[in-house]
Every structure is written in structure tokens, then in C-alpha cells.
T-cell receptor, first 112, second 115 residues
Framework: GESVGLHLPTLSVQEGDNSIINCAYS??????FIWYKQESGKGPQFIID?????DKRQGKRVTVLLNKTVKHLSLQIAATQPGDSAVYFC???????????FGKGITLSVRP | GAGVSQSPSNKVTEKGKDVELRCDPI?????LYWYRQSLGQGLEFLIY????????KSGLPSDRFSAERTGGSVSTLTIQRTQQEDSAVYLC?????????????FGPGTRLTVT
């Protein structure tokens, strides 16, 4: 069936470096994508979203890139900080009841 | 303002017992979702409520699972005759359906442990 997946289960980066978290999706009908951050013991928190009619969207220290040709989504975090350590999930919306289909998540670990 | 709240935060129950998990969505959010998150896994959709429409129950794993949403606000997820495989974090999310945003706001979750 259709699925959203992440390429790597864990990512370790040096504090101050840029982080790139990748996500592949397979449903070409998906019209909206979102990144969530989940810290230990907490619910997922919104980071940034992007609609399918866009290629790039920037927030504060974060950028989401969407490549519809290869069905690829990425989250870039500039100047990674220890507080960025968490599990990151990408999710897609296909329009049916606005249900989000989540990937399994990738753990970002920031080394001091 | 207040976010999504869930109670209890932790629940330990014996196999075979029934449990009820509660979700208080953000005021004014008409859409409400329940998800299940097993250890080290992503979020598994369970059920969706939208206003007065019939809920989308397509994600409920068995007939032991049910949910209600009273008065378009508070929701209760009930698991009957709990099994060990029901152990997980149960997350609730709400969404404001006006304005065209798909962003869901999540509560902190209820960690359910079935012994």
C-alpha cells in the first residue's frame, strides 16, 4: 500500500552544523506534507508544513524541500542546537478526512 | 492558550480489564483524532471525529476499541478486555478545520501498560 518512510533511523550531528533529515513518500496524490518533532515523553509538535504546489518553504532555522518528481521531502535545520535533539516525523495528507500518514521517525542526536 | 490535554498521563492495567482514556481538545477545534504509538514506531491512526459527521473508524484494530465524542468536544477512547499488545502511547490531536490548515495539535499522550 501507500506509505511514508524515512531513509535513516538515526542521525548524529555536531552542535552548530546543519542537519538534513530525509523522507520518501509514495502517494502521488498527497497534497500536503508536514514535519513534526517529538521530544521524549511529549506529543509531536509542529515544525513546518508545505503544500504540494510549492518546492520550498522556510521557517526560523528550518527549511522544508519538496521534490515531487522523486517523491522526496527533506527537513533542513540550520546551526543545530542541543534542543533540537528529538525524534522527527514526516507525514503526508491525501485529503481523505485529512488523516495524516506518518513515517516511523528518525532520531536526531546533537553532539556538544 | 490551553493546548490539547489528555488523562491519565499513565495507566497500568491488568490484562482483561477495560480502560478509558480521555482527551480534551483545543476549544473551537472541530476535528479530533486518536493515534497509537508503539515503542520506537510512528503514529498509527485509530479514529477521526469531525463535527456531527459519522466518525471514521477505519483505523481501529479490533472491536475491543471504541471511541465517543460528546457534545463535539471531549472524547473518550475505550479499550475493552485489554491485551498486552495494547501497551502503547495513545495520542489525541485536534484541528481547526476552518482556514485551510491541516495542522494537528497533539496532546502529551497517555502511556498504557497492560501487565
Amino acid at each position: 500500500g501507500e506509505s511514508v518512510g524515512l531513509h535513516l533511523p538515526t542521525l548524529s550531528v555536531q552542535e552548530g552544523d546543519n542537519s538534513i533529515i530525509n523522507c520518501a513518500y509514495s502517494n502521488s496524490a498527497s497534497d500536503y506534507f508536514i514535519w513534526y518533532k517529538q521530544e521524549s515523553g511529549k506529543g509531536p509538535q509542529f515544525i513546518i508544513d508545505i503544500r504540494s504546489n510549492m518546492d520550498k518553504r522556510q521557517g526560523k532555522r528550518v527549511t522544508v524541500l519538496l521534490n515531487k518528481t522523486v517523491k522526496h521531502l527533506s527537513l533542513q535545520i540550520a546551526a543545530t542546537q542541543p534542543g533540537d535533539s528529538a525524534v522527527y516525523f514526516c507525514a503526508e495528507n491525501t485529503g481523505a478526512n485529512s488523516k495524516l500518514t506518518f513515517g516511523k521517525g528518525i532520531t536526531l542526536s546533537v553532539r556538544p | 492558550g490551553a493546548g490539547v490535554s489528555q488523562s491519565p498521563s499513565n495507566k497500568v492495567t491488568e490484562k482483561g480489564k477495560d480502560v478509558e482514556l480521555r482527551c480534551d481538545p483545543i476549544s473551537g477545534h472541530t476535528a479530533l483524532y486518536w493515534y497509537r504509538q508503539s515503542l520506537g514506531q510512528g503514529l498509527e491512526f485509530l479514529i477521526y471525529f469531525q463535527g456531527n459527521s459519522a466518525p471514521d473508524k477505519s483505523g481501529l484494530p479490533s472491536d475491543r476499541f471504541s471511541a465517543e465524542r460528546t457534545g463535539g468536544s471531549v472524547s473518550t477512547l475505550t479499550i475493552q478486555r485489554t491485551q498486552q499488545e495494547d501497551s502503547a502511547v495513545y495520542l489525541c490531536a485536534s484541528r481547526k478545520t476552518s482556514g485551510g490548515s491541516y495542522e494537528q495539535y497533539f496532546g502529551p499522550g497517555t502511556r498504557l501498560t497492560v501487565t
